[in-house]
């Protein structure tokens, strides 16, 4: 049977079950007694398995089946849950996560699970796992079991006992405050390959180079050298705590009884194949509200139908130019009607493209939970207005702005428990992510109710880093100075940390919401907390526009940038600094000549009256002074192509009714 038709909807409900246990594993961890929640992600596992089984993803099936027994000797009562228990279950659903993944990017969804299957089969046995602060005296016997050598593997060990040579299992834990992990694994590489070769590591040498253990590895070394030599040279590397050396003998490479797991879990994938075919070729496998009226549609889809509805909308600005040039009633009565209609159709589309915030929001949780466990503090993160919807374009790049801004709230944000305690704070601190509508803007805001950030720091830091000068420092307004650590490389943390560094990284989560027609403000007062609050404009394809000229040529600017217009008198202008201002409300903005920005020729008239409009980034002002408006459209934004790339203030270009084409100007880049 076909069964490469069902891949996309095996993919998607997939990830949905995938998420599903992650959410209730969660409100598990907090109700540990409730039944219900367990029988939740039994029923999301047990609809994975299947799935898995029937399209013939037997790795993935296999932990499923084994991350199933787990859970129900839990809901059967006969295991009690403990954050270790759901430590291993969360990985297993990391593991499962990750082949879902490779299936989705044409790979063949296969990993090496030995670790988690085993752990799994521990707990499923009743045996009692260690606590986190105890794994590394448990790494010694754990190891064992989970290195497993390939037939390949084998041959060449086998081979070495022969020549004389003899196999050691190396166990090495590094201390608990080990910064940089992976320079260690590097040095006790590096002293391993000059006394012997080594064969294979766990976790893989890739996993070990980004971190992804721990505090203790394995690694299969064959050597001339004796145990002890090898266990003195391993402990001259810095940060190493312990060092375990086991001699190998032919005994360990014996797999028959890996071999009868393999071919009896090959049984039980069979077995699940049958039961679950019928139901997944009649359904998705999806266990949802049979009355619920929705359709999956490929992203892909709506990006044509967008295009295709841009392509209508410059169209039907050049029928608006046509029916003011003719001026004839019915063809304006009619023009009048389809812009209606399309407007009415326009927001339907963009409607569809919509999507609710939660899909990024919900991996925080559990991203959350683990990063408190690591840093030994004791953090709640509350969630509101998670159903405040976006456009899939900026959903998709807005993930890892947040995951930045969120570490860095709980590792420099929130205080150790003991220092919450002794300053009068409850030991659980808190971290709200709240998204909400404002105008054709949404608003991410992250607020923590920790330490907050230290003015004076970072003004003495950015100061002696060059960021500002000690002149214009003095200038500063307080919120001034916190931006000051989304400059690049910033960073007032005394110990550079695994987890992150206050600046670090915060630079890229500066461009990348630039990059999207937002900005990002800081707020924090010491002691109490920071806010940090993104501002992301609703979409990114149809905007509202104010057209003006410049002698024969026609700039667009963005309405979500814009105060306010103005008609300023030539006595009005003042110099300061060597830079034309004005005075406006009460505030000196600056004053741009946009046909010097831009080069424009132009005929030397002395003009009495200039036309200004006034634009803002965050709290920064300008005034744009311009020849003429012409008045406010909504345009389509277009790219200039990999050609024009980097032209300084210009984001884009669009087609105006009468075919001209009109730039973009980017008043970001023009506020410094």
């Excluded at 996993?207 to 203790?216: I, M």
Aim: charged share 25%; glycine share 6%.
């Amino acid at each position: 049977m076909e069964l490469s038709q069902y891949l996309e909807v095996f993919i998607e409900e997939s990830k949905e079950n995938l998420q599903t246990c992650n959410v209730q594993l969660l409100e598990l961890e907090r109700n540990p007694e409730d039944l219900a929640i367990v029988n939740e992600i039994f029923r999301s596992a047990h609809t994975l398995k299947g799935m898995s089984a029937t399209m013939g993803y037997e790795d993935l099936a296999n932990l499923t089946h084994k991350m199933e027994n787990v859970l129900d000797a839990i809901r059967n009562e006969k295991i009690k849950v403990t954050p270790e228990i759901l430590d291993v279950v969360f990985k297993s659903v990391d593991d499962l996560e990750a082949m879902v993944f490779s299936i989705a990017e044409g790979g063949d969804g296969k990993r090496d699970v030995t670790e988690v299957v085993t752990l799994l089969q521990a707990i499923e046995k009743g045996e009692v796992l260690q606590s986190a602060s105890n794994e590394a005296a448990a790494a010694t016997e754990i190891h064992t079991l989970s290195m497993k050598y390939e037939a390949f593997e084998q041959t060449v060990i086998q081979q070495s006992f022969e020549q004389g040579f003899c196999c050691f299992e190396i166990t090495v834990s590094l201390r608990g405050d080990c910064l940089l992990k992976a320079a260690r694994v590097y040095m006790v590489f590096e002293v391993l390959e000059k006394l012997g070769e080594v064969i294979k590591s766990f976790p893989t040498v890739e996993q070990l180079e980004e971190e992804q253990f721990d505090h203790s590895f394995v690694v299969a070394v064959v050597s001339q050298e004796d145990a002890s030599h090898i266990e003195k040279s391993i402990r001259k590397v810095s940060e190493v705590e312990e060092v375990t050396v086991m001699e190998l003998t032919s005994h360990h490479l014996h797999n028959n009884e890996n071999n009868a797991y393999e071919e009896q879990q090959r049984e039980v994938v069979e077995k699940e194949r049958e039961e679950m075919m019928p139901k997944t070729t009649n359904s998705t496998g999806r266990q949802s509200n049979p009355s619920s009226k929705t359709i999956r549609v490929n992203i892909e889809r709506l990006d044509v139908l967008m295009n295709l509805f841009e392509e209508l909308v410059i169209d039907r600005g050049r029928l608006e130019q046509i029916s003011k040039d003719l001026n004839n009633p019915e063809l304006n009565e009619t023009v009048e009607r389809m812009t209606r209609i399309s407007a009415d159709l326009q927001n339907i589309i963009l409607n569809m493209r919509m999507v609710p915030v939660e899909t990024v929001f919900n991996r925080f949780p559990r991203m959350v939970r683990q990063l408190a466990r690591d840093l030994n503090k004791k953090i709640e993160l509350e969630i509101i207005g998670a159903e405040t919807e976006l456009d899939r374009t900026v959903i998709d790049e807005i993930g890892d702005p947040l995951v930045h801004l969120i570490r860095n709230a709980l590792d420099h944000g929130i205080e150790m428990p003991e220092v919450r305690i002794k300053n009068g704070k409850p030991e659980q601190g808190t971290v709200k992510l709240r998204a909400y509508h404002s105008g054709n803007h949404v608003f991410i805001e992250l607020e923590d109710d920790g330490a907050g950030i230290n003015k004076k720091r970072v003004l003495e830091k950015a100061i002696q880093k060059g960021v500002v000068s000690e002149e214009v420092g003095r200038t500063l307004t307080d919120r001034q100075i916190y931006e000051l650590i989304l400059s690049s490389g910033f960073s007032t943390a005394e110990q550079i940390s695994d987890i992150s560094g206050r600046g670090v990284g915060l630079d890229v989560v500066k461009a990348t919401i630039e990059s999207l027609g937002g900005s990002i403000t800081i707020d924090s007062t010491v002691g109490q907390g920071s806010l940090f609050s993104i501002q992301l404009p609703l979409t990114l394809s149809i905007i509202s526009v104010m057209l003006v000229e410049i002698e024969a040529e026609k700039y667009a600017i963005p309405l979500s940038s814009i105060i306010e217009t103005a008609i300023v008198k030539k006595e009005e202008i003042m110099n300061a600094h060597n830079q034309r201002v004005i005075d406006f409300r009460g505030k000196v903005v600056p004053l741009l000549f946009l046909e010097d920005v831009f080069d424009i020729p132009k005929d030397s008239t002395d003009e009495e009256f200039y036309s200004v409009v006034v634009v803002r980034k965050g709290e920064k002002m300008a005034g744009l002074v311009v020849d003429s408006f012409i008045g406010q459209q909504e345009i389509v934004l277009k790219s200039l192509g990999n050609y024009l790339n980097d032209v300084f203030a210009i984001s884009g270009a669009t087609i105006l009714g009468d075919g001209q084409v009109a730039l973009i100007v980017d008043c970001n880049a023009l506020i410094k």
